[in-house]
């Protein structure tokens, strides 16, 4: 009776403690913060792409004056690791106490996307079923996760890279998840660009330490880069895979429609669908 009680105790324990929200939101890159330099009425922006991506960046500040030359200016373009020094000339009342604030994005919206086949994202031989397909109503209903597909893995089940390409993007230090929208930036994932079709492919709800990549590392087309979790926003063990390209939006990026090798078109996938090699 006593090892009964002790096992209700722990979960209620695991149950209090997985519905905490974390107090610290991760990034998935490191962003180097912009080394900006005030001198009379000019502003030097010196920026840093860290990754194998295009990144956009756009400014604001505290100042009217200036706002409109950042305005003007727009979404500033970073090339795949390759730094960028922005000068902006001949603005009024600007001085040390001038304040910026800025927020990046990935890729490149100008430039033409290739379609391609994915693989499917888990290994040869296995077989999982759809549990959540495109524009349903739970989470796939945003632009920024409209076409994703929800396919049953388990917790330590491996994640295949759908595209060869660079690793952009790692979060893998997050341990709960749960049903409420809160959860939503708490997943932990990993991005993946490939720069010949300009496609970005997602790979969520990662378990802790999940991640067999890093940023940084080059990939292949069905190479193992995760293990399956349960974080973020879900009540159940799965792969949330998106695809996605760069958008102006709030997000930087917007779900498209894919197919997977074999056949398998996304916005035709439904619940209870088996997808396998």
């Given at each position: 009776?006593?090892?009964?009680?002790?096992?209700?105790?722990?979960?209620?324990i695991f149950s209090c403690v997985s519905q905490k929200i974390p107090s610290k939101k991760l990034s998935q890159i490191q962003f180097t913060?912009?080394?900006i330099k005030i001198d009379s009425n000019h502003i030097k922006i010196e920026l840093e792409n860290p990754v194998h991506s295009p990144l956009?960046?756009?400014?604001?500040?505290?100042?009217?004056?200036?706002?409109?030359?950042?305005?003007?200016?727009?979404?500033?373009?970073?090339?795949?690791?390759?730094?960028?020094?922005?000068?902006?000339?001949?603005?009024?009342?600007?001085?040390?106490?001038?304040?910026?604030?800025?927020?990046?994005?990935?890729?490149?919206?100008?430039?033409?996307?290739?379609?391609?086949?994915?693989?499917?994202?888990?290994?040869?031989?296995?077989?999982?079923?759809?549990?959540?397909?495109?524009?349903?109503?739970f989470t796939h209903n945003t632009d920024y996760s409209r076409y994703a597909v929800d396919l049953d893995l388990k917790i330590g089940d491996?994640?295949?890279?759908?595209?060869?390409?660079?690793?952009?993007?790692?979060?893998?230090?997050?341990?709960?998840?749960?049903?409420?929208?809160?959860?939503?930036?708490?997943?932990?994932?990993?991005?993946?660009?490939?720069?010949?079709?300009?496609?970005?492919?997602?790979?969520?709800?990662?378990?802790?330490?999940?991640?067999?990549?890093?940023?940084?590392?080059?990939?292949?087309?069905?190479?193992?880069?995760?293990?399956?979790?349960?974080?973020?926003?879900?009540?159940?063990?799965?792969?949330?895979?998106?695809?996605?390209?760069?958008?102006?939006?709030?997000?930087?990026?917007?779900?498209?429609?894919?197919?997977?090798?074999?056949?398998?078109?996304?916005?035709?996938?439904?619940?209870?669908?088996?997808?396998?090699?």
């Amino acid at each position: 009776m006593k090892r009964v009680v002790l096992y209700f105790i722990l979960i209620l324990i695991f149950s209090c403690v997985s519905q905490k929200i974390p107090s610290k939101k991760l990034s998935q890159i490191q962003f180097t913060t912009p080394k900006i330099k005030i001198d009379s009425n000019h502003i030097k922006i010196e920026l840093e792409n860290p990754v194998h991506s295009p990144l956009r960046v756009v400014f604001k500040s505290n100042n009217q004056s200036l706002n409109t030359e950042l305005d003007k200016l727009g979404s500033i373009e970073l090339s795949a690791k390759l730094d960028t020094i922005i000068i902006i000339k001949s603005i009024a009342n600007i001085d040390q106490n001038t304040k910026f604030n800025y927020n990046w994005y990935f890729g490149n919206t100008s430039r033409t996307i290739e379609q391609i086949k994915l693989a499917l994202p888990f290994p040869r031989g296995k077989k999982y079923k759809v549990v959540q397909g495109n524009n349903t109503n739970f989470t796939h209903n945003t632009d920024y996760s409209r076409y994703a597909v929800d396919l049953d893995l388990k917790i330590g089940d491996t994640i295949c890279s759908a595209t060869n390409g660079f690793v952009v993007g790692v979060i893998d230090k997050y341990k709960f998840g749960g049903k409420s929208p809160k959860w939503r930036d708490y997943a932990n994932y990993i991005t993946i660009y490939d720069p010949t079709s300009g496609i970005y492919t997602q790979y969520v709800h990662l378990t802790e330490n999940g991640s067999l990549v890093k940023v940084g590392d080059k990939v292949k087309q069905g190479q193992a880069i995760g293990l399956c979790g349960m974080t973020g926003r879900t009540y159940s063990e799965h792969l949330h895979f998106n695809c996605l390209i760069p958008a102006d939006n709030s997000d930087g990026l917007k779900s498209i429609s894919f197919e997977f090798i074999g056949g398998y078109q996304s916005e035709a996938l439904k619940k209870d669908d088996i997808l396998g090699h």
